[in-house]
C-alpha cells in the first residue's frame, strides 16, 4: 500500500483491510486517501476499539469504520464479535463463517444445548443442532448482554483436542 488514490476518492470511499497490519497502518492509509478501515476481532479488540476513538475524535469528517470477522463460527466467537460491533455502533457487519461451519458443528451435544439455551435469540435449531438466527439480514443481540462478555454458557473445555504439531 504506497500508491495514492488520487481523484478515486472523490468517486468512492476506499477503506483497507489486509493491509491494516499495524497500529499506524490506518493513518499512512489515509495519508494515500483512504478514509476506512475495518474492526476485526481477529486483529484484537483493543485494535478495534483504538481504530474507532481516532476515527470518532480525529478532528476529520468522512472516516468511517466497517465490522467484518469472515470467520467467527456460531458460538463464543461470534458471541463476543456481536458484542464488539455493537458497543462500536456499527448495525451493518460482514459476516460468512456461519456458511463455512454450519452452526457448533464438531462442538458435544450438551456444548451446543448450553449455548442454544442461553442464547435463545441468537440461535435457531438446526438438523444438527444450533445455528445463527439471522431474520430479514438481522441477528438479535439481546442475551449477549451478560456477565462474561457476551456468553451466558462456555466451551466445554475439556472435551476439546490440542492441535498436533505435525
Known amino acids: 500500500m504506497e ?3 488520487g481523484d478515486l476518492t472523490a468517486q468512492l470511499p476506499f477503506l483497507i483491510d ?3 497490519d499495524g497500529d499506524d497502518a490506518f493513518a499512512h492509509a489515509r495519508e494515500l486517501g483512504y478514509t476506512g478501515v475495518s474492526s476485526k476481532t481477529c486483529k484484537g ?7 474507532a476513538i481516532r476515527i470518532r475524535t480525529g478532528g476529520v469528517s468522512g472516516l468511517f469504520l466497517s465490522g467484518e470477522d469472515l470467520t467467527c463460527q456460531a ?9 464488539l460491533v455493537s458497543l462500536l455502533g456499527l448495525s451493518h457487519v460482514e459476516r460468512n463463517g456461519h456458511h463455512y461451519v454450519a452452526g457448533m458443528r464438531g462442538a458435544p451435544q ?19 443442532g444450533p445455528l445463527l438466527s439471522i431474520r430479514d439480514g438481522r441477528i438479535a443481540i439481546a442475551s449477549l448482554g451478560v456477565i462474561g462478555y457476551a456468553s451466558g454458557a462456555l466451551p466445554d473445555f475439556e472435551a476439546m483436542e490440542p492441535l498436533s504439531a505435525g
Do not use: M, N
Not at 112 to 128: I, N, S, T
Open 110 to 128: 450438551a456444548e451446543k444445548a448450553r449455548f442454544a439455551a442461553a442464547h435463545p435469540d441468537l440461535y435457531e435449531q438446526g438438523r444438527d
Open 45 to 51: 479488540i483493543y485494535r478495534s476499539l483504538l481504530k
Open 3 to 5: 500508491t495514492p488514490l
Open 18 to 20: 489486509e493491509s491494516d
Open 75 to 83: 458460538g463464543l466467537a461470534v458471541q463476543q464479535d456481536l458484542a
